[in-house]
Each structure stands twice: as C-alpha cells, then as structure tokens.
C-alpha cells in the first residue's frame, strides 16, 4: 500500500463524517425546543421560506468554519495523498508528513466543534493551534520534497 492512500482514504471518510456532523449539531439544536425556537426567525426571499438562526453568534460562526474547514482539510488530504508518493524524499519522512495531515485535519476540525460545547470549549484554541502546526509542518514536507525533485 502507497503512503498517499491513507490520506485518501481519510479525506474521502472526513468528506462524509463532516456533513453527518452538520446533522447531529442541527438536531440538537432542534431538541433544545422553545430555546431552539426563541431564536429561529422565518423569512420570506424570492418566494422561498427559509429559517434563520438568530441566536449566539459565536457559536453560528464557529458552526460555520466547523463545516468549512472540514471539506478544505478532506480536500488537502486527498491531493496530498496523491502528490506524496512522487516526491524524492524518505519513506519515513513521506509517512510523518502524511501523518500530520490526517492529524492536523481531525484537530483543527474537533477543535471547532468543542467551541460550541461549552465544557469543552477551554480546548477548542489549543487543539486547533496544535492542528495548524501540523498541517504547516505536512505542507513544509510536501513542499520540501515537490523542490528537491
């Protein structure tokens, strides 16, 4: 097995896990009821319905870069996985890099998510600078080996 299909594999898996993630956050905002409907306003644009959250910002926005981040980074593991096998470096060095993509993915992506929960919200900051790290550190590899052809 090439070392790029395992960030294949984990960017078309993070491709799925982030709109079920979308899903389980919308239901409980849903189950929160007369809270959930206090600040929910319905519109009319165009003839279409639509229903608005509008409640705490912070967490709508972090909501937001949640989903954002989890297609960008399932993206990036996808090409990174198909680029790392052909760049003039070690199979030790190709692995750590492939490594840290997948890791700098699931970190900064929990990372969003735990600032809309509030007990865990003190490890939201951490794990994303953490997950920027290492995603920095992947693209150096990458970009290090994509030079030295």
Known sequence: MAIGDLNKKFGWLW?????LMGLYITSQFSSLGAAYAA?????????????????ET?????NRLL???????SFL????GLSIDSVHLSDRTKR????LAIA????????FYFNQVM?????????????GISLVVAIVIMAAGQFKK
């Open 58 to 62: 912070g967490i709508r926005g972090a």
């Open 39 to 55: 600040v929910m306003r319905e519109v009319s644009i165009a003839g279409q319905n639509l229903t608005l959250y509008m409640g």
């Open 104 to 111: 700098g993915a699931i970190l900064v992506t929990i990372g």
């Open 15 to 19: 491709l799925l896990i982030g709109p």
């Open 119 to 131: 007990p865990l919200r003190e490890l939201g900051s951490p794990l994303r600078i953490l997950g």
């Open 67 to 73: 989903h954002v981040h989890s297609a960008l980074l």
């Open 96 to 99: 750590l890099g492939s490594i």
């Open 77 to 80: 593991n996808i090409f990174y």
